[in-house]
């Protein structure tokens, strides 16, 4: 039987969400980011009159604003958009449990044993209409045969569309599109292909698979096989008690990062935010991920496994391993970001370790936990690292205040 895969992208959905809460802004440019003033964000979401002024997602806010003066900026509300996606789950859970989050505002439905309910562009359109009624955001459906073709269908039509990428029809829809079109494709990769004469998704389907993997290594084959139609990872079944997966911090700086003086000033700040985090909720981390932003806006994300911890001192550690040894400062950078992942409870416990001083490590504990106290009573200024005090408008920022547990998905 022929898999009927959906892609479900809620549309503009921070910036939608902030519309219900605030109706005086209908129809006016809206965008959610950080504190404009001190330069701490980016446009996270923008609605559709924003859009036409040629904001960009991932813009600096000042940019965005002088592209558009009139520009309404809310601060990103996590909890509420949390609300509104587990919401969402919730009419997805409706008609199938093969849901698969990409973030809070995206999710892949597997539907093909869901028949009693239509075909998939029926129940594509169903969500659509519930969606739009029940929680008064909209949502734009793509209907494929896989993963990859959903998710572009779902890019194709904005807003509140359903599109059918069919065996039929794909070459037609989907290979005349750019290769930054289909997922997984990075800027990286992207000029890469161009330099290479290949820019379409058409082109990069009937390329050679030993060209790609020349140039791209295997992740150049797995491309060949995604605009070939071949993908055919299964949708993952969702359990709601999972949705907890991992714990990041990330922050736009007020000036770019030129030296690993202030790289190590505003790392060591998210590393703290995140440590606490972990102990707030009971957790330790087994990985630690970084993410750098130059100031062109090129991404670049490393990660390495930990023996478990909720440290600071510790995340720090692998932190700071991460980037002195895979960034060399070509470029300044413009915003940075911590994450710890592989979750489980303090009760889970930690293997011991002949090369560790546990009696150190548990009175680094304890200090750390006091920190947490005397924070959570007089404010997060009250006490702070001497390092951080270095630059103190770079360290001047309060990324628990701001902190949210994210789906792994999400990063």
């Known amino acids: 039987m022929e898999r009927v895969i959906l892609h479900c992208d809620l549309n503009s959905f921070y910036a939608s969400v902030e519309e219900l809460y605030h109706p005086e802004s209908r129809g006016k440019p809206i965008a959610v980011g950080g504190d404009v003033d001190a330069r701490h964000g980016i446009i996270l979401a923008k609605n559709q009159p924003a859009k036409k002024t040629g904001i960009q997602t991932g813009e600096a806010l000042w940019q965005a604003k002088l592209k558009c003066p009139d520009l309404i900026i809310y601060k990103p509300n996590y909890p509420r958009y949390m609300l509104f996606s587990q919401r969402v789950r919730g009419i997805f859970h409706d008609y199938t ?22 075909t998939g562009e029926q129940i594509a359109d169903i969500l659509r209409q519930r969606i739009r009624s029940e929680l008064g955001v909209t949502a734009s459906v793509g209907v494929s045969f896989n993963k990859i073709f959903a998710k572009l269908g779902s890019d194709l039509r904005k807003p509140d569309y359903t599109t059918i990428i069919s065996r039929d029809n794909y070459r037609q829809l989907v290979w005349p599109l750019s290769c930054g079109e289909l997922l997984y494709v990075g800027r990286s990769s992207q000029r890469k292909l161009a330099e290479n004469g290949i820019e379409t998704i058409g082109q990069l389907a009937q390329a050679s698979p030993a060209l790609l993997r020349k140039l791209l290594g295997k992740w150049g084959e797995m491309l060949w096989s995604f605009a070939n139609g071949y993908e055919n990872s299964p949708v993952a079944r969702y359990d709601s008690s999972e949705i907890v997966k991992s714990i990041g911090n990330s922050v736009t700086c ?76 070509e470029k300044p950078l413009r ?72 789906p792994e998905s999400y990063f």
Not at 262 to 269: A, E, P, R, S, T
């Open 335 to 406: 915003s940075v970001g911590v994450r710890a992942g592989k979750l489980i409870g303090e009760e889970s416990g930690r293997q011991l370790s002949l090369f560790v001083d546990e009696q150190i490590r548990q009175k680094e504990g304890r200090l750390e936990r006091v920190i947490d106290d005397i924070r959570s009573r007089y404010g997060f200024y009250s006490i702070r690292r001497l390092s951080t005090l270095l630059d103190q408008p770079l360290s001047s920022f309060d990324p628990k205040g701001e902190h949210v547990i994210f």
């Open 97 to 118: 449990d093969l849901i698969e989050p990409f973030g809070l505002d995206e999710a892949w439905l597997d539907v093909t044993g869901s028949g009693i309910y239509g």
């Open 254 to 329: 007020y000036r770019d990062l030129a030296t690993e003086q202030d790289l190590d000033i505003v790392m060591y700040v998210l590393a703290e935010s995140v440590a606490s985090r972990l102990r707030d909720h009971g957790f330790l981390c087994r990985l630690v991920s970084i993410s750098l932003r130059t100031n062109d806006l090129l991404c670049f994300s490393r990660q390495m496994t930990v023996e478990p911890t909720n440290l600071a001192s510790e995340i720090m550690k692998a932190v700071r391993e991460l980037y002195r040894n895979n960034y060399h400062w």
